[in-house]
């Protein structure tokens, strides 16, 4: 997930969680499979954007490597890399690492085969950030969106306002759901275990989710079914690349660039994607929320709800704690708990979790420009 929400520049409060209810027998520390993976614990790595490859080239170097590896090697069951792009065009931050060159392709290699040597399970997110760019970051391009709507706000860690997008033609929605399906084979051959398709937070696939963002009449605008019809594109291209067992799939009502926006009717709407992620034969989901235990329609939570309509595996997010997490376990809500900013500021964080151990603070200014 990118943090390009006010929230990353803000220290997290929790610094001692205390030892879990059920100490070592808490669910969180459980092995499970899920699709093509055996993880050796039901925790993952959120997905955070780190700004650490070469700008010019987007490589990631060795300090990545070492990131990756320490969190493998103290037992997060998933981990999800940072946003990793699928072309030029799709970047929107300084310093962001591609899977669209052979060049990329093999510094990558040097990860994954890292993070498997301690038996660590590592899937790319492929990313892709749409109207929330400027044309200096895209190779003097203006970023790609559903429709020429600017964005409000700036780019995060670039301080330039959104540039007013280029509405996307047929034909370059025809290259960008190849370049979805190029960049998941790049991942496998990379020795990435899968992907996740970051279809949430207002990025691109989000903006044609949107009809903040999404002002089509063709077959890419309309309701809100109408409009998931890119996300089904590509989720099926990439699941035909790489397979349904290699393929999650992140989706949300939260927007980077309107943190406060939910749909009109949540429940509906989660039955709308769910619809969509059956029709395409989709069997990993990741919805994300900014917070997990937040009610939004029937007494519901985002996860609860899409439990509702959804038998297959589930991803929770959303600033969660271990007790939330593992009663959202035992519940059967999600199947794997996933941390974010905690496992930024400590590689040891299951190690602290299983012993009580006090967690070291996230702080923005220490922990974003420095790898733990």
Same mark, same amino acid.
């Given at each position: 997930?990118?943090q390009?929400?006010?929230?990353?520049?803000?220290?997290?409060?929790?610094?001692?969680?205390?030892?879990?209810k059920?100490?070592l027998?808490?669910?969180?520390?459980?092995?499970?499979?899920?699709?093509?993976?055996?993880?050796?614990?039901?925790?993952?790595?959120?997905?955070?954007t780190?700004c650490?490859?070469?700008?010019?080239?987007g490589?990631?170097?060795?300090d990545?490597?070492?990131?990756?590896?320490?969190r493998?090697?103290d037992?997060?069951?998933?981990?999800?890399?940072?946003?990793?792009?699928?072309?030029?065009?799709?970047k929107?931050?300084?310093?962001?690492p591609?899977?669209?060159?052979?060049?990329?392709v093999?510094?990558?290699k040097?990860?994954?085969e890292?993070?498997?040597?301690?038996?660590?399970?590592?899937?790319?997110q492929l990313?892709?950030v749409?109207r929330?760019s400027?044309?200096?970051?895209?190779?003097n391009?203006?970023?790609q969106?559903?429709s020429?709507?600017?964005?409000?706000?700036?780019?995060p860690?670039f301080?330039?306002?959104?540039?007013v997008?280029e509405?996307?033609?047929?034909?370059?929605?025809?290259?960008? #759901? @190849?370049?979805?399906a190029?960049a998941?084979?790049? &991942?496998?051959? *990379?020795?990435?275990d $899968?992907?996740?398709?970051?279809g !949430?937070?207002?990025?691109?696939?989000?903006?044609?989710?949107?009809?903040?963002?999404?002002?089509?009449?063709?077959?890419?605008?309309?309701?809100?079914?109408?409009r998931?019809t890119?996300?089904?594109?590509?989720?099926?291209?990439v699941i035909?690349?790489?397979?349904?067992?290699?393929t999650?799939?992140?989706f949300?009502?939260?927007k980077?660039?309107?943190?406060?926006?939910?749909?009109?009717?949540?429940?509906?709407?989660i039955?709308?994607f769910v619809?969509a992620?059956?029709?395409v034969?989709?069997?990993l989901?990741?919805p994300s929320t900014?917070?997990?235990?937040?009610?939004?329609a029937?007494?519901?939570?985002?996860?609860?709800?899409?439990?509702k309509?959804?038998d297959?595996?589930? #991803? @929770?997010?959303?600033t969660?704690?271990p007790?939330t &997490?593992e009663q *959202?376990?035992?519940? $059967?809500?999600?199947?794997v708990? !996933?941390?974010g900013?905690?496992l930024?500021?400590n590689?040891?964080f299951?190690?602290?979790?299983?012993?009580?151990?006090?967690?070291e603070e996230?702080e923005?200014?220490?922990?974003?420009?420095?790898?733990?």
């Open positions: 997930m990118s390009a929400t006010k929230g990353i520049y803000q220290s997290t409060e929790v610094t001692n969680w205390g030892k879990l059920n100490g027998d808490s669910k969180l520390f459980e092995p499970v499979k899920i699709g093509a993976w055996n993880l050796k614990t039901r925790t993952a790595m959120a997905p955070m780190r650490f490859a070469d700008d010019e080239t490589v990631v170097g060795e990545v490597v070492e990131y990756y590896r320490r493998a090697a037992g997060v069951g998933l981990i999800i890399t940072e946003g990793v792009l699928i072309s030029p065009r799709a929107g931050n300084p310093k962001v591609g899977l669209y060159t052979n060049e990329q093999e510094a990558w040097k990860v994954t890292a993070v498997h040597n301690e038996g660590g399970t590592i899937i790319a990313w892709h749409g929330l400027h044309h200096e970051l895209t190779l391009h203006p970023p969106a559903p020429a709507i600017q964005a409000e706000g700036q780019v860690r301080r330039k306002p959104y540039d997008p509405e996307m033609s047929l034909a370059d929605i025809e290259e960008l #759901v @190849g370049q979805y190029q998941a084979k790049n &991942a496998i051959e *990379a020795g990435f $899968g992907v996740e398709i970051h !949430a937070h207002g990025y691109l696939i989000d903006q044609f989710n949107s009809d903040i963002s999404n002002h089509r009449t063709d077959q890419y605008g309309g309701d809100l079914a109408q998931l890119l996300m089904k594109e590509v989720t099926r291209a035909d690349a790489v397979g349904t067992e290699r999650m799939i992140r949300s009502a939260h980077s660039d309107t943190p406060t926006y939910m749909w009109e009717d949540p429940e509906l709407a039955r709308t619809a992620f059956l029709e034969g989709a069997t989901l990741h900014m917070d997990f235990s937040r009610v939004i029937d007494g519901k939570t985002m996860h609860q709800l899409v439990r309509y959804w297959g595996v589930i #991803v @929770g997010v959303g969660l704690d007790e &997490a *959202a376990l035992e519940e $059967g809500t999600i199947d708990a !996933a941390f900013r905690p930024v500021s590689p040891d299951i190690s602290r979790l299983k012993n009580g151990d006090e967690l996230y923005a200014r220490k922990h974003l420009p420095v790898l733990i």
